[in-house]
């Protein structure tokens, strides 16, 4: 073994951390008959050789080394070696052609290198189909629907093993990979079809089922069932108790055995980083203790289901609905990612989820809490068991902080006596106070404590952390009894690294309205330059309240004109802002406004339109602009529903955009790979909007 592994010149070859010198180290280590090296030899693999799933010249020349590796009955964990290879060779390329300048040319020629080494040597999987060990039988399916030159000869080997193969796991494995061929080689797609239809029938095992129609929903969709939730749930059940146990074949696998359950949609091979092991699943959030892989083939269908949301609804609420804390887990994380991506009727699914928090489960009760925290007023179905939480959990525990925020943020009532004793805590969770604003004028009561808090606060470099939760839950209840301890931070504040803390002072003293009038003096003070060198957005937030507290026009809209007039988009967006809170007193800014709704910033030019239409109460000019910048820029599109709503009939040439939204299933800010914490409420906050401005028109 290893043949010629010396003779190659590693230390001239590179990996994520420099010099690849020590490559025969880990090579050696995975045919270790040490556990621990052979898994610490597999961490530095991915962690330096096929980081983050990059290719370098060192890992082009481990490939024939890894084959070897899976190849030798005598080397243990040849599964894990199997994914490794699965992920080094099975990167997809986009279809496009690079430019041999470009930067991402070099490494876009090792990928491909990589993916015709590990094909070129691709029969080795063929061998480890019947392998006796059933971790290396697991992994190599995958590796030869994704690498395998071959698939039609592929298709066949993986139907003929499943009737052989007793290993669950294993034979589920062996279905997901047919689905992958279906998916990626269009010629064998109605072959592989036909036969996972094959796969649903009554005599099949209730798992191999699920796995079939998991299948079915990727690569043909039309053919499932009506009820396919309920199939789904039902096929759930079964498995339950005739999962990957002793019972049906499954092998027991060590910790570390490098296998995975089947069925997962983040493999090495697709997303490049590690693997987690078989036993992971299910120790983590498996789908229960008969059926360790369930979790991955429902995250898997749904997925697929995509936008069939009233399936994936039904299908929630069966996994719901499960006995076992474990699914239920599962259930809710995958309501996260479904309720994060599309607009439904989640009311039941929400009800259910409140009803985990009392269970003794932690995984089961953070998630559940994690989830409805993120739902603000779709939360209210778990209203009622948001408070028993509450009531009885007091809020100590930073799960239980999290029932109380979701609950304030329902603007429930209940929630208000829990978060005074929060809020007197020694050491104050700034994240508790942020969820004021939400309970409106019910928060009255909180605001002496809130004051005295604020009174308390140092005037030092931990201003920012310990003062803006404060003003802005004062900002919040328009607490207007609180401008001395305003007024305090607001002079304290140091003018270097402090504009945070003063412009959420300045939000607090605009909700203050008249109120605000004795801290006039130290607004102008901002609005002439004082401290030194204020930033655009200060100046914006001293103009605004010092509009709200006197009402005075000809102190605030020379310095917004400056600033209209500045060089950078920031500032002209600030003062365009500011002057549309003033509205038709700035009418005579309206000239300046007009130039920028030409501007080659997108959000300058909304900004203006908005404004525009505010300090003119004139349509015609701001519409276009409006409607350009909804289909230019989704994240706008909040800002101009409301302004739309303002418009009223003016607005009704654009009305076709709203009604449009208000069909569309999917939600408007919806980002691959990565979400906001408030996105759910932006989104939610815009479909109100549009309905408000739709109301009374056909």
Avoid at 241 to 267: H, L, M, Y
Wanted: glycine share 10%.
């Amino acid at each position: 073994m290893f043949t010629g592994m010396d003779e190659v010149d590693w230390a001239s070859m590179g990996h994520a951390y420099g010099p690849a010198d020590d490559v025969p180290g880990l090579l050696r280590g995975l045919a270790s008959p040490d556990p621990a090296e052979r898994e610490t030899a597999l961490d530095g693999m991915y962690t330096a050789v096929h980081h983050q799933g990059d290719v370098y010249d060192s890992t082009l020349a481990c490939i024939p080394f890894l084959l070897e590796l899976a190849a030798s009955p005598e080397v243990q964990d040849r599964g894990a070696i199997v994914e490794l290879l699965t992920s080094i060779g099975g990167i997809d390329l986009d279809d496009d052609e690079l430019d041999p300048e470009d930067e991402e040319f070099e490494d876009a020629a090792n990928y491909a290198m990589a993916a015709a080494a590990v094909a070129a040597g691709a029969d080795v999987f063929v061998g480890l189909l019947e392998d006796p060990d059933a971790g290396v039988r697991l992994a190599a399916p995958c590796a030869l629907a994704m690498l395998h030159g071959d698939p039609a000869r592929v298709l066949a080997l993986l139907r003929e093993r499943l009737e052989g193969e007793q290993d669950t796991e294993v034979r589920l494995a062996l279905v997901e990979a047919v689905g992958r061929i279906a998916l990626r080689h269009e010629a064998l797609r109605a072959e592989s079809v036909t036969w996972l239809t094959t796969l649903l029938a009554a005599d099949r095992p209730p798992g191999l089922r699920l796995s079939a129609l998991t299948q079915l929903a990727r690569c043909a969709p039309g053919l499932l069932p009506d009820d396919v939730a309920s199939t789904a749930t039902a096929l759930l059940r079964a498995a339950d108790g005739t999962g990957a146990g002793p019972a049906t074949g499954s092998a027991t696998r060590p910790p570390g055995s490098g296998t995975r359950a089947a069925g997962s949609e983040t493999r090495a091979a697709e997303s490049g980083t590690r693997a987690g092991t078989g036993a992971e699943a299910a120790q983590g959030h498996g789908g229960g203790p008969g059926a360790p892989w369930a979790d991955d083939l429902l995250r898997t269908l749904h997925s697929a289901l995509g936008d069939r949301v009233d399936d994936r609804i039904a299908l929630l609420t069966g996994q719901l609905s499960s006995a076992d804390p474990a699914q239920r887990t599962d259930a809710v994380w995958m309501c996260h990612g479904l309720i994060r991506a599309w607009r439904g009727p989640y009311d039941e699914v929400v009800r259910l989820v409140g009803a985990q928090l009392d269970d003794p489960d932690p995984l089961l009760h953070g998630a559940a809490v994690s989830l409805l925290e993120s739902l603000f007023g779709l939360a209210l179905p778990a209203a009622d068991a948001l408070a028993e939480r509450v009531g009885t959990a007091g809020a100590d525990r930073p799960s239980d902080r999290r029932a109380l925020i979701a609950l304030a943020r329902l603007g429930d009532p209940r929630a208000v006596p829990a978060l005074a004793r929060v809020l007197e805590l020694p050491d104050l969770p700034r994240d508790v106070a942020f969820a004021v604003p939400y309970l409106g004028e019910r928060a009255a009561p909180l605001v002496p404590v809130l004051r005295r808090r604020l009174a308390e606060v140092a005037l030092d470099e931990r201003l920012h952390d310990r003062a803006v939760p404060l003003l802005t839950g004062l900002a919040g209840v328009r607490a207007a009894d609180a401008l001395p301890e305003v007024l305090r931070v607001l002079r304290g504040t140091p003018a270097r690294g402090g504009e945070w803390v003063t412009e959420a002072a300045l939000r607090a003293l605009t909700s203050f309205g008249a109120a605000a009038l004795p801290a006039a003096p130290e607004l102008r003070a901002l609005l002439g330059g004082a401290p030194a060198y204020p930033s655009s957005s200060v100046v914006a937030a001293a103009a605004r309240a010092l509009w709200a507290a006197t009402g005075d026009a000809a102190a605030v809209l020379p310095v917004l004109r400056e600033l209209l007039a500045a060089d950078g988009p920031d500032e002209r967006r600030a003062a365009a802002a500011a002057l549309g809170s003033v509205g038709r007193a700035a009418a005579d800014t309206a000239p300046a406004l007009r130039e920028l709704l030409a501007s080659p910033e997108r959000w300058l030019r909304m900004d203006a339109a908005v404004a525009l239409w505010r300090v003119t109460g004139a349509a015609g000019e701001s519409l276009p602009v409006l409607r350009t910048a909804w289909e230019e820029n989704r994240y706008g599109r909040v800002e101009i529903a409301e302004c739309l709503a303002e418009m009223g009939p003016s607005a009704e040439p654009v009305m076709p955009l709203l009604r449009a939204e208000l069909s569309r299933p999917r939600r408007h800010n919806v980002l691959d790979g990565g979400s906001g914490s408030h996105d759910i409420e932006q989104d939610e906050r815009l479909l109100a909007l549009c309905r408000s401005a739709l109301r009374g028109r056909p």
